[in-house]
T-cell receptor
Framework: GAVVSQHPSRVICKSGTSVKIECRSL??????MFWYRQFPKQSLMLMAT?????????EQGVEKDKFLINHASLTLSTLTVTSAHPEDSSFYIC???????????FGSGTRLTVV | DAKTTQPTSMDCAEGRAANLPCNHS???????VYWYRQIHSQGPQYIIH???NNETNEMASLIITEDRKSSTLILPHATLRDTAVYYC????????????FGTGTRLTVIP
């Protein structure tokens, strides 16, 4: 079945630094990838939708200059949290949709802690 | 996509069947019912989906009412590893749209 690999699974960074999270589709090509954020005891909230070769579409309230998304290939999307602050600490999850496939596969998530 | 309503939490004894309900009274004819679950600190995992017929796979069964306004996910023999938040999602199958996650049902399987 379709597998999405997300790295790192856990990262701690200092306030003001940037962190890059990778999301890879291992056995299929993903034309569309989604990035979600989940705070403790809350549901997943969509941050942005990225399409291979084009700019990402951000949800209302999500700063595109702070959360940089790059989907340069059909198997890799990256989310960079720039100038991270403690309030950015959260669980970030990516999902991918294969071309001509209506299913969604999720990565294992990245626990970001900004200190 | 139509909205869904699920109970906030449920308990189930280990080895018994877990029946998780979902109301989706505004579902339209081309919308499917999807079920995902999220075990603590992991990404969501696909369980099953259906349109109007009941469906069964190695993980669960999905029972959809004839009017399609509600459905029930059945885990036939719940284990402790089935403790998770279960999300019922309604959406059209085609199209590159995200999945909208409601609050889900927190299922706790009790030894």
């Amino acid at each position: 079945g379709a597998v999405v690999s997300q790295h790192p699974s856990r990262v701690i960074c200092k306030s003001g630094t940037s962190v890059k999270i990778e999301c890879r589709s291992l056995d299929f090509q993903a034309t569309t990838m989604f990035w979600y954020r989940q705070f403790p005891k809350q549901s997943l909230m969509l941050m942005a939708t990225s399409n291979e070769g084009s700019k990402a579409t951000y949800e209302q309230g999500v700063e595109k200059d702070k959360f940089l998304i790059n989907h340069a290939s059909l198997t890799l999307s990256t989310l960079t949290v720039t100038s991270a602050h403690p309030e950015d600490s959260s669980f970030y999850i990516c999902s991918a949709q294969a071309e001509n496939n209506y299913g969604y596969t999720f990565g294992s998530g990245t626990r970001l802690t900004v200190v | 996509d139509a909205k869904t309503t699920q109970p906030t939490s449920m308990d189930c004894a280990e080895g018994r069947a877990a029946n998780l309900p979902c109301n989706h009274s505004t579902i339209s004819g081309n919308e499917y019912v999807y079920w995902y679950r999220q075990i603590h600190s992991q990404g969501p995992q696909y369980i099953i989906h259906g349109l109007k017929n009941n469906e069964t796979n190695e993980m669960a069964s999905l029972i959809i009412t004839e009017d399609r306004k509600s459905s029930t996910l059945i885990l036939p023999h719940a284990t402790l590893r089935d403790t998770a938040v279960y999300y019922c999602i309604v959406r059209v199958r085609a199209g590159a749209n995200n999945l909208f996650f409601g609050t889900g049902t927190r299922l706790t399987v009790i030894p």
